[in-house]
């Protein structure tokens, strides 16, 4: 692994951090005092500043600081989360997420926003606490201060995480620390005077701490740096192996530390483990490790060597007991006997000096003993479930996997549906009445199978739409700012799951729209407060699941469409006549337009005229339809409606013209078989149809894909009845409906082009190209222009 | 281009030969990725006139072109006797129609001789020269200049 992936997965967690930090601040706003949101806020960037000194990324852990410094106070209780607070933290979290964009792809962020958010942030951390702030000050200029005593001498390890610690030791920028660190600079002083002390530490690691990927043997270690040490092992939670959760944590370590160093010093060690163990740090008088240990926990203790861990450490050394490089690996009992043979075999300093047999039977009865000890093991749940938060409970395990490789799975899986599908095509046809039952049943278990398969394998991509929805909150925030609206967002249905590639097309659309909402939808708070509503203009972002498609609303509580202006608009545009005559539904779609802005004045945020009908093509390339509904006064609601995935679609098998069509079933809302006395000429070339006394326009599918010049007779003919994106409904002609079946959907513009009419290509069952057809293309195509004049097109039998 | 062809010595150039009609043309063996039969095509709507639509290379959506309408001369109607081949231009796969596949040649730069005066400018845009093989007359295609505006003419 090299440096440049370590720094990508860095940059990953980042993401997940900043996450984590937004969604916490955002529940802080709301009113949640949880002292373990204030934590996960405060860990999130305390975890970045960590990450980024490693990596030498200085702009980032200097905001970060003074950030985590705030934070501290808010920790602290000694800085109120009021309204005001929380805007800044939220603008700052802001400058933080840029911050780690402008680090990875490079680029700068305007400076003085970061300075001016951080001075900011000092000011609250000066205002509220003032001794803190003096700490801080310090910290911050005198930030990798060369008279700081190196915690870490010259002693290296080589293959280690990156903690802070170390970070220093591999070479990599010396990291500025936390005030602990600072504190040594005064500490120092006081620490000649003062000598050696012994400290008495209490380590008890919780799983968590392994599942962050700390260790505790490396944390040991580096105890041992600062001092002499004696470290005894303390094994008597280990339960039989029966009960053992080979992911749990069972060990926990006093450790006798003769040092010249402070107790913030010895503190540090622990820096990134603080929250996942228990650490008790105190003088101690005796000097007796062993006796101690025994009086206090009323148990054999076993003395712990950590030369033989760096033994068994050693892949080559070991026959591979304990897992290797010592980073997963939760302390199992059998890593504490390999260790203990170990000790015996080696046994530098055997304080107990008891024979093998002796002591591994010593060790087993402890086993014995902690198994009774089934209170204990409450406890530690207790604790666990205490300490709450997001990443304690019982963590559903996740695994990184590169996109490509999940997109790889995905075609072959497609692959093997079109493959089952041909299959199952050749036994039919080839079926002379012998292949008996056998086969079919075979065949349809086989369907079956890949089905299942298929719908797993999707599930592998679909995600919830939260992250994006935290976008928006950033983007509502900041265009709120910029146009001097009080606006608050409401999210609902964050956990609707869709497909990945549908999330990462979402966002531009999302945004253009959210921006339309606060600038044009909202009025202006005193227009509000005039109008006898909340200065605070509410929008509202929702996602459901509706008949296997995502629709996401959004929806302002302003003023509505202004439906006269935006008649005049387009008709000073020149985009309608000044003598139609348009139903409220066509004005209102008239937004759409290309070219077609209501702002009055140009503003950076939206209203550069390219907006709604960048929107409404972006989601149809999507293969989705976006509607609006306005009600002036109230508000407006976008309502887009998505299909789940890209990679799969449900459609009617039809042919036209000697050609195999698909239609996506999304869009048919009946099918029906026309009646000569249903079927009216309208104008010279357009014929009507009436369904139940509703008269709806007939397209010849045929005819509009140039498949043919001559028109059909629409009784020979099925209609199918699609309802296009203005809401209004049209009946496509087909000449026959073949079935319906899951398709998958492969590009046409891979390695021909876009064609009009066309939305994508697919395999059938024979193994031959099937076309879909793209319904809104079709429908405007006979709206727009009467069917083109070309050479039609030659059968290509 | 497909000057990235796998120089023996300097300058030698592996090449494809096949049949439209009475001519023999080839092109540039590092283009071509497979040589298969004909099957049945899914025809296109608004496609250009040297478009037959497009057919199932496992999996992929393979657009398949009438070489001889594409090069001036009268369309093909395909039959199992003809031949694809499956090439790559720039970032596309696409199939060519041919009648059959008739030789590899290896050629240097100095077996090539230029159309220079003696084409016309259609011919030109899209010959890199002629080969002299065997008493036989082979003209070299250039196949990214072929193809290269198709997109713009199919539109």
Not at chain 1, 116 to 143: P, Y
Not at chain 1, 276 to 294: F, H, I, K, M, N
Not at chain 1, 416 to 428: F, G, H, K, P, R
Not at chain 1, 642 to 651: K, Q, S
Request: with cysteine.
């Amino acid at each position: 692994m090299d440096m440049n992936e370590i720094k990508e997965i860095f940059f990953q967690e980042c993401e997940e951090q900043l996450a984590e930090l937004e969604t916490g601040l955002l529940a802080m706003n709301d009113g949640d005092c949880d002292p373990e949101t204030v934590n996960a806020v405060f860990r999130a960037v305390h975890s970045i500043k960590g990450g980024a000194g490693a990596f030498a990324l200085d702009e980032l852990v200097a905001f970060a600081h003074v950030f985590e410094t705030t934070l501290d106070c808010m920790r602290s209780n000694t800085l109120e989360p009021t309204p005001d607070v929380m805007k800044v933290m939220l603008r700052a979290a802001d400058v933080l997420a840029d911050l780690t964009i402008v680090s990875r792809e490079g680029g700068s962020i305007d400076p003085s926003r970061c300075e001016s958010l951080a001075s900011e942030l000092e000011a609250l951390a000066k205002g509220e606490a003032e001794e803190k702030d003096a700490q801080c000050r310090s910290q911050i200029e005198s930030s990798p201060s060369p008279e700081t005593p190196d915690p870490a001498p010259a002693e290296t390890m080589p293959d280690l995480a990156v903690t802070a610690v170390n970070a220093e030791e591999t070479g990599f920028a010396p990291v500025p620390f936390s005030f602990d660190d600072f504190e040594d600079d005064a500490g120092a002083q006081t620490q000649t005077e003062t000598a050696n002390t012994v400290f008495r530490l209490v380590f008890r690691p919780h799983a968590d701490l392994y599942t962050k990927g700390n260790e505790a043997t490396l944390l040991l270690r580096d105890l041992v740096k600062h001092g002499e040490t004696k470290i005894a092992c303390d094994l008597s939670e280990v339960p039989l192996l029966d009960d053992l959760d080979p992911e749990g944590a069972y060990l926990s370590w006093t450790v006798l530390l003769t040092t010249a160093k402070s107790e913030d010093d010895i503190r540090a060690v622990f820096e990134f483990a603080e929250w996942d163990c228990d650490l008790t740090v105190g003088l101690d008088s005796e000097a007796d490790p062993d006796s101690q240990a025994d009086d206090d926990v009323g148990m054999q203790p076993v003395p712990f060597d950590l030369s033989v861990l760096d033994e068994v450490d050693d892949p080559s050394a070991e026959g591979g007991i304990v897992p290797e490089g010592g980073f997963e690996g939760p302390d199992d009992p059998l890593a504490a006997e390999a260790g203990q043979d170990g000790v015996n075999a080696t046994a530098p300093e055997p304080a107990n000096d008891i024979g093998t047999d002796a002591r591994t039977a010593a060790i087993a009865a402890e086993v014995m003993k902690r198994n009774a000890g089934t209170d204990e093991a409450g406890t530690r749940d207790e604790r666990t479930a205490r300490s709450g938060g997001a990443a304690q409970t019982p963590v559903s395990q996740t695994i990184r996997v590169d996109l490509d490789r999940v997109d790889r799975l995905i075609n072959l899986v497609g692959e093997l549906v079109i493959n089952q599908a041909m299959l199952s095509q050749t036994v039919v046809e080839t079926d002379d009445g012998n292949a008996g039952s056998t086969i079919h049943l075979g065949l349809d278990e086989l369907q079956q199978l890949t089905r299942e398969i298929q719908d797993s394998v999707m599930a592998i991509r679909a995600q919830p739409v939260k992250p994006i929805f935290q976008r928006m909150s950033r983007t509502v925030r900041e265009i709120a700012d910029l146009t001097d609206k009080s606006v608050r967002l409401v999210t609902e249905g964050e956990n609707t799951e869709v497909d990945k590639t549908v999330i990462d097309k979402l966002a531009e659309p999302l945004t253009h729209m959210i921006r339309n909402a606060v600038d044009h939808g909202l009025e202006s708070p005193q227009e509000r407060i005039a109008a006898g509503k909340n200065a605070e203009g509410v929008v509202r972002l929702a996602a459901k699941h509706r008949s296997g498609r995502i629709v996401i609303e959004i929806a302002d509580d302003g003023a509505g469409i202004d439906r006269e202006r935006v008649m005049q608009k387009a008709i000073n545009q020149e985009l309608i006549s000044p003598d139609s005559n348009l139903s409220d539904e066509e004005i209102d779609n008239l937004i759409f337009h290309p070219g077609f802005s209501t702002a009055e004045k140009l503003s950076d945020i939206s209203g550069r005229g390219v907006g709604m009908d960048v929107v409404k093509r972006s989601i149809q390339a999507l293969g989705g339809r976006v509607s609006i509904h306005s009600q002036p006064g109230k508000g407006s609601t976008f309502t887009m409606s998505l299909p789940l995935t890209l990679a799969v679609l449900d459609g009617m098998v039809v042919s036209v013209a000697n050609q195999t069509l698909v239609v996506p079933l999304t869009a048919i809302v009946e099918t029906l078989q026309p009646e000569a006395s249903h079927v009216h000429p309208f104008g010279s070339s357009q014929r009507l149809i009436s369904i139940r006394n509703t008269f709806c326009p007939l397209i010849d599918v045929g005819q509009v894909l140039n498949f043919r010049s001559a028109e059909t007779d629409p009784v020979e003919s099925v209609a199918l009845l699609v309802e296009s994106e203005g809401g209004g409904q049209r009946a496509l002609l087909v000449d026959g409906i073949q079935g319906q079946r899951q398709v998958v959907i492969k590009s046409l513009e891979a390695n021909y082009m876009n064609v009009p009419g066309i939305a994508a290509a697919t395999i059938l069952g024979d193994g031959r190209v099937a076309l879909i057809l793209d319904v809104d293309a079709v429908v405007a195509a006979s709206r727009d222009k009467p069917p083109r004049n070309d050479v039609p097109l030659a059968a290509a039998e | 281009m497909t000057d990235e062809a796998t120089p023996k010595s300097h300058n030698e150039h592996e090449l494809i030969a096949f049949r439209i009609g009475e001519q023999e043309f080839c092109v540039n063996i590092m283009s071509v990725r497979e040589i298969r039969g004909w099957t049945p095509a899914t025809g296109i709507p608004h496609a250009p006139y040297f478009v037959l639509g497009v057919i199932n290379l496992r999996g992929v959506v393979l657009p398949i072109i009438d070489l001889s309408a594409r090069l001036g001369m009268r369309p093909v109607k395909p039959t199992d006797r003809h031949v694809i081949i499956v090439s790559q231009v720039a970032t596309r796969s696409m199939g060519l129609l041919v009648d059959g596949v008739s030789d590899i040649l290896t050629v240097s730069d100095t077996d090539i001789q230029t159309t220079q005066g003696m084409s016309r400018e259609f011919d030109r845009s899209f010959t890199r020269g002629i080969l002299a093989v065997e008493g036989r007359m082979i003209c070299f295609i250039d196949l990214d200049a072929l193809f290269s505006g198709s997109e713009s003419e199919a539109a």
